[in-house]
């Protein structure tokens, strides 16, 4: 029974990696209505750029701030100048165009700063948390970073004008605009937001799975996968659809016999493809309903 | 957050491509089949390996393009399907003593039943999801190769060595015909069998079905066409096909390994289609070219950045012929037949 209590809480602790990421992902989808297939690499390269601020001597929390304006806008931009010619275009267009850059993004953050692994900074320190060995104050402070967040983002959609704006945009465009909403550009806002949360993603992971310019794929796959369980449609879901995923692949690694390490991406495609197959609105997304 | 329920009418996968575009004309087909046949003999050994690839890495985009292009669905998992094949062949070369091109068949039909299998949750998907799942099998298929329950037969991290298969006509013509030239015109004969078996199957009743599930999947199912059936079999059909080229690609390298066949092979695949102009069955030697040859000259350019030179060319083609390879040979048909005018 301890052993299933403790991997249950190291289950928690990797999940707030994927809670992190999905959020980020959720909110992308929130706004364009696809699937970010870059979204990895620039969290990657924002936390390349927090990374190299703090070698050059920017205190923690100062290159964290700077990183997040710079996710924001670089969000922005790559949504005015790349994305928004594609807005009409067909979605097997859109899928290259975010498959380019993510091989843009790549190669450049591989160019940059090379491909040796680095240390990342936590600004939680790294002892155990309460006593426990599974869990450090680190994974501790992620979850609260992930939580806070969530709520955050929870009273921005809520009780702001701009956040009310944004989901109607989403939700019915044509609507929005005759009300005098900006679409586009709640839809740039919509890439910047998602870009700013995908670097604290990325900062946050970074101590965890060490810097380098493929960090982000495993865990992009994992930030999916927990996306789709708890729906796409859902920021609330795709936080506890993390802490899930987390569980579920700790659980699978200690009682089923053969599944290792080796075994990790294969379990995420499992369970995209079973969450899909069974209940393809996740568990807290609303079902999407097709007009004939 | 809100209560309204939401309602979408979903946006078509891609642009309608017309029947006819889908192939090229009987001379024009000639021309290029004439050229493949003759310019091995001229050339060495190592260009005559690299047509070969080319002509493998052709099938592979044909199959994609079946798939995409014929029925509109997504995959980024074709690399799963190729090392399928590619690691059937291998095994049953190296473990099983069967003959190389009884091993290609084969492959075709385990891979078949995989893409039928594996369509049958892509069913329920569409359009993103589609792209999500196929894209976690992708990510997935190396670490499954790697696994050690299997390493008996797949030789794990270490992949396996294919031997190269002797020219049975080479006794006839002295050693004039070398192993790799006999392998091109093998891998040509396939291709050439498996094309003439694409444009007639987009042809067919199925290939109209797939056509009309693209254009519009509720009309299409109101006119009573199969959807689930026809999907699946596109999938099947393209998993097949795909599984040959790997069969045909393990035999060429005479190698596997779980890492040949990642996710990067499986987006230069995607990127090879988009380039040749997805739906034109022609285009898919075009894009099988490029995904052979610029990497190469993109390294040129500059060594660390050939990533984003691949990523950047990606874009001018988005932007500049969303329809590829196909957009250009239209233009230039039209400039033959403004000059014939005059």
């Given at each position: ?21 999905a ?22 390269f ?79 320190g790294?002892?155990?948390f ?11 402070g ?17 009780f ?39 670097s ?73 493809i079973?969450?899909?197959?069974v209940?393809?609105?996740g ?10 | ?29 000639l ?15 190592f ?42 062949t ?5 473990h ?7 091993t290609?068949?084969?492959a ?42 299997f ?5 794990g ?12 006509i ?56 199969d ?10 059909v ?37 380039v040749?102009g997805?739906g034109w ?25 050939s990533?984003?030179?691949f ?8 932007y ?5 390879a ?5 233009v ?11």
């Open positions: 029974m301890e052993l299933f209590t403790n991997q249950i809480l190291a289950g928690i602790a990797t999940g707030a990696i994927y809670a992190c990421m959020l980020a992902v959720v909110m992308i989808y929130q706004a364009i209505d696809h699937l970010n297939f870059a979204q990895g690499e620039m969290a990657t924002s936390t390349f750029i927090a990374w190299q601020l703090i070698q050059w001597g920017v205190p923690y929390w100062g290159a964290f701030l700077i990183t997040l304006v710079f996710s924001f806008i670089g969000g922005i931009l790559i949504e005015r100048v790349l994305f928004k010619p594609l807005a009409k275009a067909p979605i097997l267009t859109n899928v290259a165009g975010f498959i380019a850059l993510f091989a843009i993004i790549n190669s450049c953050s591989g160019l940059i700063w090379d491909f040796t692994i680095k240390q990342f900074p936590t600004p939680f790294s002892s155990p309460l006593g426990s060995q599974l869990i450090s104050t680190h994974q501790a992620m979850i609260g970073v992930t939580l806070i967040l969530l709520l955050l983002l929870f009273f921005f959609f809520r702001t004008r701009v956040g009310l704006a944004m989901r109607a945009a989403a939700s019915l465009p044509e609507s929005a605009r005759l009300v005098g909403i900006n679409t586009s550009w709640m839809i740039a806002l919509g890439w910047g937001m998602a870009t700013a949360i995908g604290i993603a990325g900062m946050l992971i970074a101590p965890v799975v060490f810097l380098e310019p493929n960090m982000m794929l495993g865990v992009l796959i994992y930030g999916f996968a927990a996306a789709v369980l708890g729906g796409l449609t859902s920021p609330f879901g795709a936080v506890i659809g993390g802490f899930l995923v987390g569980i579920f692949e700790n659980l699978a690694g200690t009682y089923i016999p053969n599944v290792g390490n080796e075994l990790k991406l294969p379990i995420a495609l499992a369970l995209i079973t969450v899909l197959v209940k393809p609105a568990l807290f997304g609303r079902p999407i309903v097709k007009r004939v | 957050m809100s209560a309204v329920q939401e309602v979408v009418t979903e946006a078509p996968a891609l642009d309608a491509v017309p029947k006819k575009a889908m192939t090229l004309g009987y001379g024009t087909s021309v290029i089949l004439a050229l493949l046949i003759i310019v091995p003999l001229f050339v060495k050994n260009i005559i390996f690299q047509l070969t690839m080319l002509l493998i890495y052709a099938l592979a985009v044909l199959a994609l393009n079946i798939l995409t292009g014929g029925s509109g669905q997504f995959s980024l998992g074709q690399s799963a399907f190729y090392a399928v094949g590619a690691y059937t291998a095994i049953l070369m190296e099983a003593d069967i003959n190389y091109a009884l290609l068949p084969i075709g039909i385990i891979c078949f039943v995989f893409g039928f299998l594996f369509g049958q949750p892509a069913l329920r998907l569409s359009g993103v999801y589609l792209a999500l799942a196929t894209f976690a099998l992708a990510t997935a298929m190396p670490q499954l190769l790697k696994l050690g329950v390493e008996h037969w797949t030789g991290v270490q992949g396996l060595v294919v031997t190269k298969p002797d020219s049975p080479a006794a006839l013509f002295g050693h004039k015909i070398s192993q790799d030239m006999w392998l091109y015109y093998f891998t040509l004969a396939i291709s050439i069998a498996i094309y003439i078996f694409s444009v007639n199957l987009l042809r067919s009743r199925s290939g109209r079905a797939f056509m009309a599930i693209r254009d519009n999947e509720i009309a299409a199912s109101a006119m009573g066409i959807v689930a059936l026809y999907k699946t079999l596109a999938f099947g393209s998993a097949g096909i795909t599984g040959v080229a790997g069969g045909l690609g393990a035999i060429a390298v005479q190698f596997v390994a779980p890492d040949s066949y990642t996710i990067t092979f499986a987006i230069s695949l995607f990127l090879g289609m988009v040749g997805v069955l022609p285009g898919s030697i075009v894009g099988s070219a490029f995904i052979i040859f610029v990497p190469n000259i993109a390294e040129g350019i500059s060594k660390g950045l990533g984003a030179v990523g950047v060319l990606l874009f001018l083609v988005i500049l012929v969303p329809h590829g196909r957009q250009v040979a239209m230039a048909q039209h400039l033959i037949g403004k000059l014939k005018k005059n």
